[in-house]
Structure formats: C-alpha cells, structure tokens
C-alpha cells in the first residue's frame, strides 16, 4: 500500500474567463509564505490571459493559498471565492469506487463476486464480469450508452449497457468506461438499499466534514455555484439541469468546494471512513496503471494517485496525490478546461511546488478603448497568411490564418517557424485518406504494432458512425495544422474529415519525436489566436494559457497615428507582417 507522509496539500479549482476580471470578495482569502506568494504571482499573471478560479495550498497541514481568482458568474460580476462550488466531473468515480469498497467491508458485498449476484437480466456473455472488472475498467463494457443530461433513469439504463456487444472479454484489456460506473453506482443502490447519493452523503461526506459534495442533497443556496463557460458562451450550470439522471449517475458531475476536497483527502489520509485494507484494494493497479477509481503511476517525484475529468461544456477536473513528495494537487476548471487545465497550468503548478521557475507574462497597462481600436485590421505575411488583430475587452485579439501565420503564434521559439511540421500535417493526411478507404497499412507502420493499429480503426469507424447522420459520407480530408501538446516534447496536429452534408468530424494525432505517440478526439478546429494585453501604447503581449507560450507584438504606427504593420519576435529573429 502507498505511503502517507506529512502533507502538501493544494486544490486548485479554476474558471477561465474574459480577460482582465479581478478577484477578491468577502470571503477569507490567504497567500502565505515563500511558496503561497509564487503561486499568487504565477496565477495573478496569466489571469488576463484566461484564467479565473479559486486555488488552495497546504502544507503539513497549514494552508498557504486559498483565493479566488476572476469571476463565478459573468453576467452578474460575481467573483470566484476559496467557497465557490465546481463540478469535479470524472473525480466522481472515485467516491463510487470508495462507496463500493464500503459496502464491502460492512460485509454486503465482495469486489471478486460477479455483477449477475446484484444484477438482473445479465446476459450469458457478461457472467463473467466482477465488481472488480468494472472498477479497474477492465470488464469491457462500452464507453457510454447517453449523453450526460439526457433522460435516463436506472433500471433501463443497466438494460442498455448489458444488451451492447462487449468491447473485449473481462479482464482481457484496459478500456476506460463510464458505462461501468453507472453499473457500480447501481450495486450500491440495490445492495445498500439507499439512493447512491444519499448512501455516499451518510458513509463518506458527512464523515468527512464534507457538507457541499453532491449532487442535489447539499444546500446550495449557501454557495456560489460557478458557471460553465465555453469561449463566450454561458452553459450554466448542472443546478439548471434536470440531472442527475443515469448516464452520469456515480461517473461524474458531482459538485464540490476546495474545502470538502481538502477534507476528502484527510479522510482518505486516515483510516475512520475507509480501512487500510480496503484503501490497499482501492490504490492497486491493474492494467494501464489504473487501479479502483484512481490511476497509480511512478512519476519523477514519486508515485502518483490521480484522477481527472472534465466536459464539451468548459468544465475540467484533475485531483492528483504525490505520496512519496506527500503532495496533493486538486484542480477544477469551469471554462474551455481541458486546453487550460490538462494542457498548461497544473503543470505550472506543480513546477511551482517542486521548487521550479514558472515565466509568468509581464504585468499589462490599461489603454482606452479609442487607443486600442487602431490596430483592428488584417495584416499579411510576405511568406503568406495573416493575421487578422481585433479589439476586446482590455486588449486585443490576434488570430492566424494559414499554417505559416499559425506557426508563428504557436511555436515563436523556433527559427524557421513558417515551414514547420510540414512534414507532420503531409504525413497526417496520408494516414487519414488512406483510413477512410479502409486501408490501414500506413497506421501499422507508423505505429509498429497491429494491436494499436486495430484500436486506432475502431475508435474513427465508431466516431464517424457516431457523426454520421451530420456529417453523411465523408468526402475528404482537411489537415488543419499542428500545435504544441500537452507535454514539452509532444506535438498535436489536427485533422478534419468533412461530410458531404457539411459536418466534420475532428481527431488529433499526437507525434513525439517524429512517432505517433496517440490519437484523441477534437470537438473542432477553432483558429489559433491570442489575447493581446497592453504593456505600452504600441507593444503588446500575447500569452496562451495552454501552451503556457507567449509573444510580443511590436505595432509601427506613422506620424498620422496610422498602423503600418506589426512585428512579432522569434528565436530566428524578427517576423513582419504588413497592414491592409
């Protein structure tokens, strides 16, 4: 069983928004000590760059940061607090995988026995499944049978996923399965004989301290519940929803606060909830180092608990435990988060932590609304592409068109960015034209492995079958680009397949050192663009929170105050784009 040490605790929850929104509010906030205050500054920083959210710190137990950052509710100015209520979307497996193990040490159930002793109607094909299979993802039952918030109730939906084929036999390979969650958080309404929500609030949040982790139970009138947020689009929140119903039921959507996670971990850290021996159970890995509700890796500081979650609506979620570095991280987005959370600032965070530097961007000045109009227009490149600068709130927008004006936003670092990947984006298209005429010779060389190959071909017949109505046949294949990843050495280049009813469906291919590293779902291909915050009357900083990469745009500007062109700096020097 991993280790518990004295603890380092941080939870961070975080809503990106709209540029320049500052935080504070009546709440107690704190920012303490060397390592609070690098946080402060690092999270102050990128705030006019999109981030907003609430973020605590611990350490042997002495919290050294816990503030707000920007606002909860845009519409009405409310400000994100160390009290505000985020959805911990996949997290929730983690309270079904802890209810599960509950049940079995109050002796009414066992992880070994099969799903047909708690189950009705299980078909000869799944007999062979166990509790077990279904919390290690390992039973290979399908991904999901519904969206999230459609109408669903119990009964009906445990009918669906046991009449859809199996993926793969039980216990033969890893396939990740909110289907197999809600197949769990039904054992625990059948066996405890209580709602799921209802039996997590008596056995686990209530022991814990834990007064708003739920669904509905908890009073949320005492609460700020944040909303969701996708680019400008307001999603609400689940509160607006007719939820929970049984295709998120004990796989996500539970909501929660910084203070109820950092207590979650406390009880986890003690044996009062769970015992050794179940929490033994809980943190042993099976296959794709994913044990019960958690996945278990051996990182450079050490083993790792973690679990991350997140939606198509801006919300995401990542709760990580470093139990050799007795760290713990907790980290909620509400607004574009997996882009803002997976791919830039928990890293950040954890560099922090670890003792590392973190560039932060320059503090921006304020310019009036006429200083920053000027620059509004489409300038070109002489190697082609644009971009195309327009006003927002407290800066500007810089968006490129073309790959080689891409490059440049994307990856400044490099010398001849107008030529890069290009390599990448021809070999991307080749992979999928070749896919869509069944031919997926180049996939298996690419990837050396015939079992890879196969998955690879499974997941797009699934997605395009899935699109298919949206998209009808698809006729051709549209290479977007390539951009950073989420890890430093990690590219990721988008690939659309266009309908011949207009639709797309997008995947990204993501390359390490020349070689496909894997393949993910993209929901599309939205143009590469940055804020522009102000540092001077002509000079500007451009920061994607994501790729944790910034630039500066240099705006010449004649005697008459007419801009002429701007001038963005790369480690090759100098590149110029011309005004219209």
Request: proline fraction near 4%; aromatic fraction near 8%; hydrophobic fraction near 40%.
């Amino acid at each position: 069983m991993p280790r518990f040490p004295k603890e380092v605790i941080i939870v961070s929850l975080c809503l990106c928004l709209l540029p320049g929104v500052a935080a504070g509010g009546g709440v107690e906030q704190v920012a303490q000590g060397n390592l609070g205050g690098r946080l402060d500054r690092y999270l102050t920083g990128i705030e006019p760059f999109g981030f907003s959210g609430a973020v605590l710190v611990a350490r042997d137990g002495q919290v050294v940061l816990n503030k707000g950052y920007g606002l909860a509710i845009r519409s009405e100015g409310i400000e994100n607090t160390s009290e505000t209520v985020f959805g911990t979307g996949s997290i929730t497996k983690q309270f079904t995988a802890a209810a599960i193990m509950k049940l079995e040490m109050l002796g009414k159930l066992d992880t070994a026995d099969g799903i047909g002793k708690y189950l009705d109607g299980v078909p000869q094909d799944k007999t062979g499944i166990t509790l077990h299979h279904l919390l290690t993802h390992t039973a290979g039952v399908v991904p999901s049978v519904g969206d999230d918030y459609a109408a669903a109730h119990r009964d009906e939906t445990v009918k669906k996923i046991l009449a859809a084929p199996l993926e793969s036999a039980p216990g033969e390979r890893f396939q990740y399965s909110n289907a197999g969650y809600t197949l769990l958080a039904a054992v625990v309404e059948i066996v405890s004989g209580q709602p799921y929500e209802e039996f997590l609030n008596e056995h686990l949040f209530k022991p814990a301290g834990m007064r708003f982790t739920g669904y509905r139970l908890p009073d949320w009138d005492e609460k700020v519940v944040a909303h969701w947020y996708v680019g400008g689009t307001d999603n609400g929140t689940p509160l607006e929803k007719d939820y929970p119903y049984w295709n998120l039921i004990g796989n996500g959507g539970i909501l929660s606060t910084t203070g109820d996670m950092y207590k979650w971990h406390l009880a986890l850290a003690g044996d009062d909830i769970l015992s050794a021996e179940a929490k033994a159970e809980l943190y042993t890995p099976e296959l794709n180092d994913y044990a019960c509700g958690w996945d278990v890796l051996d990182t450079e500081h050490g083993t790792v608990i973690q679990h991350d979650g997140g939606s198509t609506l801006g919300n995401a979620a990542e709760l990580r435990r470093y139990i050799d570095a007795g760290i713990v991280t907790i980290v909620f987005c509400n607004a574009d988060g997996e882009k803002v959370l997976f791919d830039g600032v928990r890293d950040k965070i954890e560099r922090i932590v670890f003792g590392g530097d973190v560039w932060t961007p320059p503090a921006p000045v304020s310019l009036a609304p006429a200083d920053l109009a000027k620059f509004a227009g489409v300038y070109d490149l002489d190697f082609g592409g644009t971009f195309t600068v327009s006003q927002e709130s407290g800066g500007l927008r810089i968006m490129a068109a073309g790959h080689g004006a891409m490059n440049v936003l994307a990856f400044p670092e490099y010398e001849d960015p107008a030529l890069l990947h290009n390599d990448l984006d021809e070999r991307s298209w080749l992979l999928f034209d070749a896919a869509l005429r069944g031919d997926y010779t180049l996939f298996r060389a690419e990837l050396g492995d015939e079992e890879r190959a196969d998955a690879f071909r499974r997941a797009i017949e699934r997605r395009l079958a899935k699109h298919k109505d949206g998209t009808g046949e698809i006729q051709r294949v549209d290479v977007f680009g390539t951009l950073p990843g989420r890890d430093r050495d990690e590219v990721v280049t988008l690939v659309a397949l266009r309908g011949e009813e207009g639709g797309e469906v997008v995947f990204r291919l993501h390359w390490r050192d020349g070689e496909v590293a894997g393949m993910s779902p993209a929901e599309g291909t939205e143009p590469v663009s940055l804020h522009l915050a102000p540092l001077s009357q002509t000079r500007f900083a451009g920061y994607d929170i994501g790729w944790a990469k910034g630039v500066t745009v240099d705006f010449e500007v004649d005697s008459h105050n007419s801009v002429r062109s701007l001038t963005i700096a790369t480690a090759g020097g100098d590149i110029s784009a011309v005004r219209r």
